[in-house]
Nanobody, 118 residues
Framework: QVQLVESGGGLVQAGGSLRLSCAAS????????MGWYRQAPGKQRELVAA???????NYADSVKGRFTISRDGTKNTVYLQMNSLKPEDTAVYYC????????????WGQGTQVTVSS
């Protein structure tokens, strides 16, 4: 069982920045995939950014060039640096971990609210 604890959400004006953190209860290098998802009211949850255990990253088109996912193995923490925030980035952001390749275990954090005011 992997426990994920997010932090760093809040209220920011458009154009501002926030950094989200996701602390895992075990080594992030033992987890095949870690990602940030978000869910806005009335919308489906969507993948924002992801990083694999090998360090490969990918981003949703809507955040490319503005958001950066990174990790610190010494702290078992994955970060999402969000710059040039827009009101449409407002959502609850969830950390996600997937472990295993054939049989995949999926874990979610509790979510952290990000609100961008115009």
């Amino acid at each position: 069982q992997v426990q994920l604890v997010e932090s760093g959400g809040g209220l920011v004006q458009a154009g501002g920045s926030l950094r989200l953190s996701c602390a895992a209860s075990e080594s992030i290098f033992s987890i095949n995939f870690m990602g940030w998802y978000r869910q806005a009211p009335g919308k489906q949850r969507e993948l924002v950014a992801a990083i694999t255990s090998g360090g490969s990253t990918n981003y949703a088109d809507s955040v490319k060039g503005r958001f950066t996912i990174s990790r610190d193995g010494t702290k078992n923490t994955v970060y999402l640096q969000m710059n040039s925030l827009k009101p449409e980035d407002t959502a609850v952001y969830y950390c996600n971990a997937k472990r295993g390749l054939v049989s995949v275990d999926i874990y979610w954090g509790q979510g952290t609210q990000v609100t961008v005011s115009s």
